[in-house]
Structures are given as structure tokens and as C-alpha cells.
């Protein structure tokens, strides 16, 4: 009996060494989203690929989340951090839209660069993190700025 109790023990603590903190599972969708979008960048041809569609719904529920998330009423997250969410996820939105009214790989570059940038910051120590109001910044620049602002 001891040893099924010992078995336990070691399963119970080894569980708790391979659970990932929201933070980690956040920037890991964010930058699964990413990549997604990259791919369709590269395999930009003669039009839009077929998986354009796909990484933007992708992208776009994965915003919806983050922005329902920050903006509920029982978000725990300080007030200006809520309002740079939403913030993003309002450009995110309209990006979307823009580069399914106009396919063009340049055009998902400020996605691609949003998502690395606010999974850069979830990564970063608790208390470090200002990446995302420098993201928000970027969200809000013109195109060239926006690259140059979240480098």
C-alpha cells in the first residue's frame, strides 16, 4: 500500500512541474498564431494561400478571448493593461478585416509582430512587463512605425 501511496506522491508532485501558468499557455497561442500567419506569409504566390482564411479566424478567436477576458467585470487586471487589450484587439480586428477585403503578406505583419511582442511580454518575469502598452503604442502607429516600435 505504501508503495501505490509513494506512486501517488511522485505523480502529484511530477504533475505540478509539467503544468504551464496562463501567462505561458497565453504566449504559446499567441505565438502559435503567429507562426501560423508567418507560414501564410511565406507561401504567398500568386495570391492569398489557402490557409489565409484559417490562421485569421484562428488569430481573431484568439483576440475575442483575450478581449472578453480583460474586459469582463471580474478581470483582475490593472485598468490600463484592460484597456491596451482591448485596444489591441480592436486593431486586430480591423486588420483582419482589411486583409480580407485586400489580400497582401505586407499586411500581416502587424499581426505577426502584435502577437510576438505581448507573448514576448507574458513570458517576461511578473512585474517586468511593459511590452504590452508598448504594443498597444505600436497597434495604434502607422505601418512603418508600428515594425520600428515593437523591434
Known amino acids: 500500500m505504501s508503495d501505490a501511496y509513494s506512486q501517488a506522491a511522485l ?16 504566449a504559446e497561442v ?3 498564431a503567429a507562426r501560423k500567419l508567418e507560414a501564410v506569409r511565406k507561401a504567398w504566390a500568386e495570391g492569398a494561400p489557402a490557409e489565409l482564411d484559417a490562421a485569421l479566424l484562428y488569430n481573431r ?3 475575442m478571448v483575450f478581449a472578453d477576458a480583460a474586459t469582463g467585470g471580474d478581470s483582475p487586471l490593472p485598468l490600463a493593461t484592460r484597456n491596451a487589450v482591448a485596444n489591441l484587439a480592436v486593431f ?3 486588420r483582419t478585416v482589411e486583409v480580407q477585403a485586400g489580400p497582401a503578406p505586407g499586411r500581416l505583419d502587424a ?5 510576438k511582442s505581448v507573448a514576448a511580454g ?9 511590452t504590452v502598452p508598448d504594443a498597444a503604442a505600436a497597434a495604434a ?3 512603418g512605425r508600428a ?3 515593437t523591434a
Do not use: C, M
Not at 111 to 115: F, G, Q, R, T, V
Open 11 to 26: 505523480a502529484y508532485g511530477t504533475s505540478g512541474r509539467n503544468t504551464i501558468s496562463p501567462r505561458q499557455l497565453e
Open 92 to 94: 486586430v480586428f480591423k
Open 61 to 63: 478567436n484568439l483576440w
Open 141 to 143: 502607429a502607422p505601418a
Open 30 to 32: 499567441l505565438l502559435k
Open 147 to 149: 515594425r520600428a516600435a
Open 111 to 115: 499581426l505577426i509582430e502584435i502577437n
Open 122 to 130: 507574458l513570458l517576461a518575469s511578473p512585474g517586468t512587463d511593459d
